[in-house]
């Protein structure tokens, strides 16, 4: 497998692609390896056929789960965008594809995303192999030069990479023989405004270990702080960088300077007179929304009391014959 890809071509690939591949790959583990109930008494209940069976399910637990499915996206010039993913139905073992539901699944697509065309596949697993060319050339029909896209779904917290690779295929003359082989490509995340619904409602989820609301709330605001400390750093390290082109230390290039300026662009601004206006908009109407909220509260409250002193009043009244306060 060589190094890097040489096509020359920029990748861009959505957040909701890794979503789809996280989601899809969860949910076949589930259904194929099903939690093994490790009780001591049906161990030692039956000790030749019961420890048979959960040794064939633990067995059958450690055995690497793999998913198939296809990126959707669009190509424009150099550019590759990938923006959305479907399941495929695939045979690892006769290495066959179901063609049926491919065909239903990109008429199913086209319906809804015109633009968009099967750029190429992915699958979950550490590394590419060997036998994940055969559904690379069976793609080969629909687009000529497909992209592999790899989720490694083994948690390592040592890495701060995202878990995900992409590879091309490219021809390449090994012992005399032309054969394809896999070649990494770089590539960049690309976000779009309709695509931060599904990703924060992902990353708002419950944790399974039954973390309250407070915790969650304790680790986005974490995130928060990590992602403007970080920005903040960044623009640092480019002011510095101008100041000293500024005083003459470094030499001036102009090409630098465009991709600053482009970026400073990217940033919003803050110092302006709408900015303080929306801002202001926003204060006061979730001041007002919490006014509301604790006058609702208050008004429930004082229903309460007002029940409970009926009550208590009404009892007292049908002895000595006086009238309810309310």
Not at 45 to 64: F, H, L, M, Q
Not at 191 to 198: K, L, N, W
Not at 206 to 222: F, M, N, R, V
Request: proline share 5%; aromatic share 8%.
């Amino acid at each position: 497998m060589a190094s890097s890809s040489t096509s020359g071509l920029t990748f861009k690939l959505h957040p909701l692609v890794i979503v789809n591949i996280s989601d899809h790959y969860t949910r076949v583990k589930s259904q194929i390896n099903p939690p093994v109930p490790s009780t001591a008494n049906t161990v030692s209940s039956n000790t030749n056929g019961a420890g048979d069976g959960v040794s064939t399910a633990v067995s059958a637990a450690t055995r690497p789960t793999r998913v198939y499915g296809c990126v959707i996206g669009v190509q424009r010039g150099r550019t590759v965008e990938i923006f959305n993913s479907f399941e495929l139905l695939y045979d690892p073992i006769t290495h066959s594809l179901h063609r049926a539901f491919l065909e239903k699944k990109q008429e199913l697509y086209k319906k809804v995303f015109p633009h968009f065309y099967v750029l190429g596949w992915y699958s979950t697993g550490s590394d590419a192999e060997e036998s994940d060319m055969h559904i690379h050339k069976a793609l080969m029909d629909i687009n000529e030069n497909p992209v592999y896209v790899l989720l490694n779904p083994i948690i390592n917290p040592a890495q701060k990479d995202l878990p995900v690779t992409i590879y091309e295929s490219e021809l390449h003359v090994i012992d005399g023989i032309p054969q394809l082989i896999f070649v990494h490509s770089s590539y960049t995340i690309e976000t779009v405004e309709a695509e931060r619904i599904s990703v924060d409602h992902v990353a708002h989820l419950k944790p399974s270990d039954g973390g309250s609301a407070a915790t969650q709330l304790a680790a986005h605001l974490t995130g928060l702080h990590s992602a403007i400390k970080m920005l903040n750093s960044r623009i640092r390290v480019l002011h510095h960088y101008l100041v000293a082109m500024q005083k003459g230390e470094i030499p001036c290039e102009n090409s630098l300077l465009r991709q600053v300026s482009s970026l400073l662009r990217r940033l919003p601004a803050i110092e302006s007179e709408k900015f303080q206006d929306d801002f202001l908009m926003e204060y006061n109407d979730t001041l007002l929304i919490t006014y509301l909220a604790m006058f609702t509260n208050c008004s429930s409250t004082m229903n309460e009391v007002v029940d409970k002193f009926n009550t208590a009043y009404d009892r007292h009244s049908r002895r000595g014959g006086r009238t309810a306060f309310i």
